[in-house]
């Protein structure tokens, strides 16, 4: 059974919308939840989130988490075509004693178009 | 520059060969990661370690094989258990064990 579930998997949109990505997690010994972009090979860093309810902003991205709830979201205001892939989230926990593992979700598949 | 490598970007081998894929990075990172990456199924690890000479397997660790000898190196071998090898393979590395990681630009492999 997935830990990290990821909504919707794919998503189009006209430039200018505003979306956002949902990400439902449940791990044991959470830590963390991590946000990531990814257009053609390396997954590029976006967030990283550790409280619940504090807002992480950088440009039209934004994100916040909610610990209780078990989930987080992105948010893209203004979309440009350069949006356009796919956004993973991944949650951080410790395994196994002392060890730190991070799971991802299947991704959300943006296209913006113009 | 500092940064991961990933080498060879492309890999093309027959089936029932065992391979060998190259990750290095020069960030000075204590912990290093493999994914497999396959469409609409997201990032799946393989295995990871957080220090020198000590690895621990992932979710989809079955087929695979790895080494830690050195802290800027951790080779992934995909033998030829792996009954699904062809994908397309991350290596990551993060500071620590609990920072953001940081990825390499992955390496295709193909098997026929």
């Known amino acids: 059974e997935d830990k990290v579930v990821q909504s919707p998997l794919s998503l189009v949109v006209h430039e200018g919308d505003t979306v956002t990505l949902n990400c439902s997690y449940e791990v044991t010994n959470f830590r963390s939840l991590l946000w990531y972009k990814q257009e053609k090979k390396a997954p590029t860093f976006l967030f990283m989130l550790?409280?619940?309810?504090i807002e992480k902003k950088s440009g039209r991205l934004s994100s916040i988490l909610d610990k209780k709830e078990l989930f987080s979201i992105l948010n893209i205001t203004a979309t440009q075509t350069g949006d356009s892939a796919i956004y993973l989230c991944a949650a951080h926990e410790i395994s196994g004693g002392s060890n730190y593992k991070l799971t991802f979700g299947k991704g959300t598949l943006l296209t913006v178009n113009p | 520059d500092g940064g991961i490598t990933q080498s060879p970007k492309y890999l093309f081998r027959k089936e029932g060969q065992n391979v060998t894929l190259s990750c290095e990075q020069n960030l000075n990172h204590d912990a290093m990661y493999w994914y497999r990456q396959d469409p609409g199924q997201g990032l799946r690890l393989i295995y990871y370690?957080?220090?020198?000479?000590?690895?621990q397997k992932g979710d989809i660790a079955e087929g695979y094989s790895v080494s830690r000898e050195k802290k800027e190196s951790f080779p992934l071998t995909v033998t030829s258990a792996q009954k699904n090898p062809t994908a397309f393979y991350l290596c990551?590395?993060?500071?620590?064990?609990?920072?953001?990681?940081?990825f390499g630009n992955g390496t295709r492999l193909t098997v026929t």
């Open positions: 550790t409280s619940s309810g």
């Open positions: 370690s957080q220090i020198v000479n000590d690895f």
């Open positions: 990551a590395s993060s500071a620590t064990g609990m920072s953001p990681l940081h």
